[in-house]
């Protein structure tokens, strides 16, 4: 989860993107480099020629999408006062514009956090 297919190297990216590679490339580096990294690149050396990009992950989405998967998880198997979809969807989504990260937290937690959140996210 979290990763994307790379094809063409940095030039099909930067093309997928509509986006110059030599930025792309340059900010790959960068977001590459970054503590903690905000990307993660898996290369491939075809024989006798350069380092080309052959995936490419995003650390935080991946976490974001197990987040939402395992709270999901919980709702599809009927754990007693797990939170429901539309608290998920919420939750994540405030969250995320709030730029937090994603955290395990029991459901009474949640539900309060996601009460502040909206609360927070009014006043605005």
Do not use: C
Request: hydrophobic residues 45%; charged residues 25%.
């Amino acid at each position: 989860m979290g990763f994307i297919q790379i094809d063409g190297g940095i030039r099909g990216l930067g093309e997928d993107l509509e986006t110059p590679f030599t930025s792309l490339s340059r900010n790959l580096v960068t977001w590459r480099e970054t503590n903690p990294p905000l990307v993660q690149v898996a290369t491939d050396i075809p024989e006798g020629d350069q380092e080309r990009f052959v995936m490419l992950q995003i650390p935080l989405v991946t976490r974001w999408l197990l987040w939402v998967a395992e709270y999901r998880a919980h709702y599809f198997a009927q754990v007693p006062k797990a939170l429901y979809l539309n608290e998920i969807s919420e939750l994540a989504g405030l969250m995320i514009l709030n730029r937090m990260e994603p955290s395990v937290m029991s459901y009474e937690d949640a539900r309060k956090f996601l009460k502040n959140l909206r609360r927070v996210s009014v006043n605005l």
